[in-house]
């Protein structure tokens, strides 16, 4: 997937001012960018208002990423331990 040029307090500044009453095409010829750029960032980023609130989100992911991976592994030691329990010495 291809990088964005705009940093994610960019973005949000850009869906702001498209919030306030300018149209896609305005601000696409403003910044450029194709103006279908900016209902996938609305897409993206929501309700988001605040570079704070995207970072917790980012953290958040992050987060619940390590702890499924954490999870997965457990199950598998899990299931290795039954494994070895349920032989017969």
């Known amino acids: 997937m291809r990088t964005s040029k705009f940093t994610d307090s960019q973005i949000l500044a850009i869906l702001k001012e498209y919030e306030s009453g300018q149209t896609a095409k305005e601000l696409s010829r403003k910044y450029g960018f194709h103006y279908q750029t900016l209902h996938d960032w609305k897409k993206k980023f ?17 987060e619940n990423n390590r702890l499924k991976k954490m999870f997965a592994n457990l199950c598998l030691e899990h299931e290795a331990l039954k494994d070895v329990l349920s032989k017969k010495w």
């Not at 929501?46 to 992050?62: A, P, R, V």
């Open 46 to 62: 929501g309700g988001i208002t605040s570079t704070k609130e995207l970072q917790k989100i980012k953290e958040l992911e992050s």
